[in-house]
């Protein structure tokens, strides 16, 4: 392999590094239902389309470059792009919190089915709602979007850089309030929903001690949060888009 070759197959490897690390933590793309063949042809996909645009950035710096400066490039390519991907990923790591507090609170975290971007098992709901929330993520272009604050964070972070974890874990902090405080305040109603109900029949209960208020409670707890869901639903889902949408513009 010629000098030149060897130069841009080390670019490129550079390029492959931020934006398949972003690709293995992307909501959506993270699952495990997705196969690693499909992800893994996908990043360099992206890659390869990405060198003609970025090539000028690291041609000097991969130039007779040695291992002692290469290892250190590539790793602050791979954690840059960790730190990408996971600030979308938060928001979904925190609606699924959230709606399994939700399930938990509604009793329906006894009907089980099949998870969606985790290995373990989740509640029907969360499935439902998660399901949901990932094929938005698309249909609405917001990984596209992902993918454009990736393309421009070689403005914002230059390679060859140096990784600076403070700064690093601000932002994630910063990202986590957001989408911990956008998820409670779509999961709010069901949460107050559920305390209002429990609330009610633990004064019944105490009225009528001989009576076992328990077992006509779960039932209509489980009926008020299927009519809530009926009723919410679409600006449930609506409000989760829009929140991530808002972000990821910025």
Same mark, same amino acid.
């Given at each position: 392999?010629?000098?030149?070759?060897?130069?841009?197959?080390?670019?490129?490897?550079?390029?492959?590094?931020?934006?398949?690390?972003?690709?293995?933590?992307?909501?959506?793309?993270?699952?495990?239902?997705?196969?690693?063949?499909?992800?893994?042809?996908?990043?360099?996909?992206?890659?390869?389309?990405?060198?003609?645009?970025?090539?000028?950035?690291?041609?000097?710096?991969?130039?007779?470059?040695?291992?002692?400066?290469?290892?250190?490039?590539?790793?602050?390519?791979?954690?840059?792009?960790?730190?990408?991907? #996971?600030? /979308?990923?938060?928001?979904?790591?925190?609606?699924?919190? %959230?709606?399994?507090? $939700?399930?938990? !609170?509604? &009793? *329906? +975290?006894?009907?089980?089915?099949?998870?969606?971007?985790?290995?373990?098992?989740?509640?029907?709901?969360?499935?439902?709602?998660?399901?949901?929330?990932?094929?938005?993520?698309?249909?609405?272009?917001?990984?596209?979007?992902?993918?454009?604050?990736?393309?421009?964070?070689?403005?914002?972070?230059?390679?060859?850089?140096?990784?600076?974890?403070?700064?690093?874990?601000?932002?994630?902090?910063?990202?986590?309030?957001?989408?911990? #405080?956008? /998820?409670?305040?779509?999961?709010?109603?069901?949460?107050? %929903?559920?305390?209002? $109900?429990?609330? !009610?029949? &633990? *004064? +019944?209960?105490?009225?009528?001690?001989?009576?076992?208020?328990?077992?006509?409670?779960?039932?209509?707890?489980?009926?008020?949060?299927?009519?809530?869901?009926?009723?919410?639903?679409?600006?449930?889902?609506?409000?989760?888009?829009?929140?991530?949408?808002?972000?990821?513009?910025?």
């Amino acid at each position: 392999m010629s000098e030149l070759a060897a130069t841009y197959v080390l670019a490129a490897f550079a390029v492959f590094c931020r934006i398949g690390a972003c690709i293995m933590v992307m909501p959506g793309l993270s699952s495990p239902r997705v196969p690693v063949r499909a992800r893994l042809f996908l990043a360099i996909g992206l890659s390869l389309a990405c060198l003609p645009l970025l090539h000028d950035r690291f041609i000097t710096l991969v130039d007779n470059g040695s291992i002692a400066r290469l290892i250190p490039l590539f790793l602050f390519e791979f954690l840059n792009g960790i730190a990408i991907g #996971l600030t /979308a990923r938060f928001f979904f790591l925190m609606l699924e919190f %959230l709606l399994s507090a $939700v399930a938990q !609170a509604i &009793g *329906l +975290a006894g009907i089980a089915g099949m998870p969606i971007e985790e290995n373990g098992g989740e509640p029907a709901l969360v499935t439902l709602l998660m399901a949901a929330s990932i094929f938005l993520f698309f249909l609405t272009d917001l990984h596209l979007e992902v993918l454009r604050g990736l393309v421009l964070s070689y403005d914002l972070v230059a390679p060859g850089g140096t990784f600076i974890p403070r700064l690093t874990l601000v932002e994630i902090t910063d990202v986590l309030t957001g989408a911990s #405080l956008m /998820a409670l305040r779509l999961a709010g109603p069901f949460l107050v %929903l559920s305390i209002l $109900v429990n609330f !009610a029949f &633990g *004064l +019944a209960n105490k009225m009528t001690p001989m009576i076992q208020i328990y077992f006509a409670a779960m039932p209509v707890l489980i009926l008020l949060g299927f009519l809530g869901f009926a009723v919410l639903a679409k600006p449930f889902l609506q409000g989760f888009v829009l929140g991530l949408s808002d972000y990821l513009s910025r």
